[in-house]
């Protein structure tokens, strides 16, 4: 018992170093999304409790928040196909045409950036129109694995390239190198690689096809990527400096990881970690760490993630391991875990989520801009819609000043 103690307050001591030395003030609200809520807020629909079943024309590759987080990015990867959902109308923008399968995207802003591989080629698209606004051919030594943008940072597109002997190689064996892609003249700068002494940092060698994922900060400043291996998915912080990138290994294991860089936190799949840190000791105490199927996503615009524990079926008499029957949805607070909220979902809302094959290939992302939640599964043809019922509470930067939680204008 006595060892425990000692454990338990070695954990809370270590947890503490992790926190801001000092109580700061919520940070002013970025321009652009101001300008976001005034224009998207008037049109907003109210959505029940239960939130709302958006049907899709197919499965999705990957999805993104996009706008300030208002709208959502879909890659329709097996239509050849991105569609702009608008969570405030609740429909679909439009669609760009996109025929390669393996395109990568990033939005900022109003930016939509689409790298299609086979071509070359690099498309800036504008979220309010769809139009395309610049296309140019991307002349490196090698094949660009991966694009990201911060959610209010428009103008820059940080990617990662293999190098290779003959441009557009698709069996590749070289190193991964950091770019930077200035928009709108896409001009390209191709900043040093260092580790966080200073030094140079022995670039990663990825041999395989598969995607690499990770979303940036708001800023654009911080990105967690996945570099997908033989029998893992490691991910890596990268930090933009003045006139080069921090190279961070943190060895966690997760696809698509994200930062929260208000908390010093990266979200994986079902881990939270300090931004180029291992394992968060103070987790590790957390009622998240109970069972290993959370399904965790940060919320932007927020100090705060949302957790879902899907109840699994051990299936006695015919077992089917990972299938979900349901779970509801948690608030909780960054970087202290601390219980805000339970979303107040029913028993038919149970009912629709166990109705998804599997918990494995859930996404789910959430925006205190536009005071939504939103999972579904990549393979499926629906996404669930809630209301965060956030934008009463001092901690969201553009708070609705009706006070009505949960509420958005319709009328």
């Known amino acids: 018992m006595r060892l425990y103690v000692l454990q338990l307050l070695a954990i809370i001591l270590s947890s503490a170093l992790h926190q801001p030395v000092s109580a700061q003030a919520p940070a002013e609200p970025h321009p652009l999304a101001i300008e976001a809520a005034a224009a998207y807020r008037p049109l907003q629909k109210e959505l029940p409790a239960d939130g709302i079943e958006i049907p899709l024309p197919?499965?999705?590759?990957?999805?993104?928040?996009?706008?300030?987080?208002?709208?959502?990015?879909?890659?329709?990867?097996?239509?050849?196909?991105?569609?702009?959902?608008?969570?405030?109308?609740?429909?679909?923008?439009?669609?760009?045409?996109?025929?390669?399968?393996?395109?990568?995207?990033?939005?900022?802003?109003?930016?939509?950036?689409?790298?299609?591989?086979?071509?070359?080629?690099?498309?800036?698209?504008?979220?309010?129109?769809?139009?395309?606004?610049?296309?140019?051919?991307?002349?490196?030594?090698?094949?660009?694995?991966?694009?990201?943008?911060?959610?209010?940072?428009?103008?820059?597109?940080?990617?990662?390239?293999?190098?290779?002997?003959?441009?557009?190689?698709?069996?590749?064996?070289?190193?991964?190198?950091?770019?930077?892609?200035?928009?709108?003249?896409m001009e390209m700068t191709f900043p040093e690689l260092r580790e966080p002494s200073g030094r140079q940092a022995s670039r990663i060698t990825e041999k395989d096809l598969l995607a690499m994922q990770g979303v940036m900060d708001e800023a654009g400043t911080i990105g967690?990527?996945?570099?997908?291996?033989?029998?893992?998915?490691?991910?890596?912080?990268?930090?933009?400096?003045?006139?080069?990138?921090?190279?961070?290994?943190?060895?966690?294991?997760?696809?698509?990881?994200?930062?929260?860089?208000?908390?010093?936190?990266?979200?994986?799949?079902?881990?939270?970690?300090?931004?180029?840190?291992?394992?968060?000791?103070?987790?590790?105490?957390?009622?998240?760490?109970?069972?290993?199927?959370?399904?965790?996503?940060?919320?932007?615009?927020?100090?705060?993630?949302?957790?879902?524990?899907?109840s699994l079926d051990a299936g006695a008499e015919n077992p089917r391991p990972g299938r979900d029957i349901g779970g509801g949805f948690k608030v909780l607070k960054l970087p202290s875990l601390d219980h805000v909220k339970d979303l107040p979902v029913s028993a038919d809302v149970m009912k629709t989520l166990s109705e998804f094959p599997s918990y494995f290939n859930s996404e789910m992302l959430a925006s205190a801009y536009s005071d939504r939640l939103i999972y579904l599964q990549l393979q499926e043809k629906r996404m669930l819609i809630f209301p965060l019922g956030l934008r009463n509470t001092n901690s969201n930067p553009i708070a609705d000043e009706s006070g009505k939680e949960g509420k958005t204008s319709d009328e």
């Open 58 to 185: 197919g499965p999705v590759q990957r999805v993104l928040l996009a706008d300030s987080g208002w709208k959502l990015v879909l890659h329709f990867a097996t239509l050849g196909q991105f569609g702009v959902f608008n969570l405030a109308t609740n429909q679909f923008d439009g669609y760009i045409a996109s025929p390669d399968p393996y395109a990568l995207v990033a939005t900022g802003g109003k930016s939509l950036v689409i790298y299609q591989p086979e071509r070359l080629l690099l498309e800036h698209y504008s979220l309010e129109t769809l139009k395309l606004q610049k296309s140019s051919a991307i002349q490196i030594r090698g094949r660009l694995r991966y694009i990201g943008m911060g959610l209010f940072r428009p103008d820059r597109v940080f990617g990662l390239y293999e190098e290779t002997r003959k441009p557009g190689a698709v069996f590749t064996m070289g190193p991964l190198n950091p770019l930077l892609i200035s928009l709108p003249t």
């Open 224 to 310: 967690a990527v996945s570099h997908p291996g033989e029998n893992r998915i490691n991910s890596h912080i990268y930090r933009l400096k003045d006139d080069y990138v921090e190279l961070n290994f943190s060895g966690l294991k997760s696809r698509n990881p994200r930062v929260h860089a208000e908390s010093d936190r990266v979200i994986y799949q079902n881990q939270v970690a300090p931004i180029g840190g291992e394992k968060d000791l103070l987790i590790q105490h957390h009622a998240l760490q109970a069972e290993r199927h959370w399904i965790l996503a940060p919320i932007a615009g927020f100090s705060g993630l949302v957790a879902r524990q899907p």
